[in-house]
């Protein structure tokens, strides 16, 4: 574990001088030890950035589909991931457009976890396809959600049926829901 945290430490720095926003250290630790404990098998990111995320998500070997509007950046991910190991898969797109599209495409749902962030306001439009594209134990989590343009997302993700959310309080926040 030490080692990726190193790497990623270096990729954080990277980040924060080139002003790329990421997830950050102390996010990136409570996830990265949900994902050693979870172990998901399929998971879909909506917003790669420069792939930080991405390298944590797919750091005990399962598949990642992650999406990303800006194609530079998107282009330096998989170079990240290529980096590190991880086996990833970019869609180059809106994910506000092509995360409804998945859920309307495929039927069963595909994904073990889903890792939500991109444009806040983008939250909200995704959270019911995403319902949908995660299985029954399942869990999506969201960066972000104490920032003003989560709130509507936040109300729905814990008054959702299908959903069991809390809150996890480190800096910004995150939201961290099972489909029961």
């Known amino acids: 574990m030490e080692d990726i945290l190193s790497r990623l430490r270096e990729l954080e720095k990277e980040s ?15 996830l990265l030890a949900k994902v050693k404990e979870l172990k998901p098998q399929k998971m879909l990111e909506l917003g790669t950035a420069n792939g930080y995320s991405g390298c944590i998500l797919g750091s005990e070997g399962g598949e990642l589909l992650t999406i990303e509007i800006n194609e530079k950046i998107a282009e330096e991910a998989m170079e990240n991931f290529v980096q590190f190991g991880i086996n990833a898969k970019i869609l180059l797109g809106d994910g506000v457009k092509i995360v409804p599209e998945l859920a309307k495409t495929n039927k069963a749902p595909l994904f073990d976890l889903i890792f939500i962030d991109f444009t806040k306001k983008g939250y909200l439009k995704v959270l019911e396809p995403s319902v949908q594209l995660v299985r029954k134990g399942g869990f999506i989590i969201a960066d972000n959600i104490t920032f003003d343009d989560c709130q509507d997302f936040k109300k729905k993700v814990f008054s959702h049926p299908q959903l069991k959310t809390e809150i996890i309080k480190i800096k910004d926040g995150l939201s961290w829901s099972r489909k029961v």
């Open 16 to 30: 924060i001088t080139r002003r790329i926003p990421i997830l950050g250290n102390e996010k990136g630790k409570w």
